[in-house]
């Protein structure tokens, strides 16, 4: 499922109901985003830059990208992958960022991942009182003058940005 | 006595032939139901599977899925 945060602000929850031959009543699946302008320093943790572009221009491969985690809160906090396209791409967190420091995590795309263009999203969530979490979207695109060879990854149902 | 008694084995069979075929129908479970991307970066598109099991014993078609 894709939804478009637009300029959306604040909690967002989305319903798509889902029909079959079974009959009524129909089936629900739910979202829930915490739609943010800019995450900044509100929150424990800061990531820079908070959307991760793998758009290669040209012949040459872009495969890999780092972001930094900065722990702005006053406890040292671990993150865990919740969800993430491991078809697409391995993810290297820190085990641990102590409080008020700033550790590197990276992307590197797989073999299929920098074959393809797609919109996809890395959600982590931290072991804070609330268990926060964070998505990260992660694009990638190949721009190559007089070529289209790549693959786009498709995603079943638009249920957003409206 | 013995035709009565092929008759009978006949209508309970046909019986539960019956009952059977109309037991048969399609089920759809939803192994994930909620999803929380938590913070998430104003225009940003977000993505995410949820899994749609087919656990009848008659084949589950999706008729239709509309956005929430």
Redo the contacts between chains.
């Keep these: ?9 604040g909690k967002v ?10 009959g009524p009543p129909d ?13 900044d320093s509100t ?1 424990p943790i800061v990531i820079k830059p ?2 991760l572009d793998l758009t290669q221009f040209g012949e040459k491969v872009r495969s890999e990208i780092k972001f930094t985690i900065a722990n702005v809160s006053d406890k040292d906090l671990e993150a865990t992958v919740v ?1 993430m ?1 491991s078809e697409l791409m391995d993810l290297t967190l820190p085990k641990m960022i102590k409080a008020g420091k700033t550790a590197e995590g990276m992307v590197k795309l797989t073999k299929q991942g920098v074959d393809s263009k797609f ?3 890395i ?1 982590i ?1 931290l072991n804070d009182d609330k268990a ?4 990260i ?1 992660v694009k990638r695109d190949i721009r190559v003058p007089g070529q289209d060879t790549t693959k786009v990854v498709p ?6 940005g ?1 | 006595m013995k035709h009565l008694g092929l008759a009978a084995l006949l209508v309970v069979g046909i019986g539960l032939l019956v009952s059977q075929a109309s037991a048969a ?4 479970t ?1 192994p ?19 899994w ?1 099991k087919s656990t ?1 014993d008659d ?10």
Excluded: C, W
């Design positions: 499922m894709i939804f478009d945060s637009k300029n959306y602000n929850t989305k319903r798509p109901r889902i029909t079959t031959n079974e089936k629900y699946v739910q979202i829930v985003v915490d739609i943010t302008q800019r995450p929150y908070y959307k969800s396209p919109e996809k999203t959600t969530q926060s979490r964070f998505t979207p995603t079943p149902v638009n249920a957003g409206h | 129908a399609p089920r759809l939803l994930e139901e909620s999803f929380d991307f938590g913070i998430v970066p104003q225009n940003s598109k977000v993505s995410h599977v949820f749609l009848g084949t589950l078609k999706i008729v239709t899925v509309s956005p929430g």
